[in-house]
């Protein structure tokens, strides 16, 4: 079984969508590469806030680089 996840950007209160089915996060240091289940890597300054497992949601802080 597969579990796929959507990253969020957090912008005050509200969440802004950023990447989706999300295969693999590898945080190092003070950026954050997303590889998605095509294989297209992302990669963002920022940290990871919140990791929510049962409803598939990553949200971070920060910006695409």
Known sequence: MMCLSSVYKKSGTENIFMLKNIARVEPDGE???????????????GKILDIDLMENIIIIEGKES
């Open 31 to 45: 950026k954050i590469t997303f590889t998605d289940l095509m294989g297209v890597r992302t990669e963002i300054k």
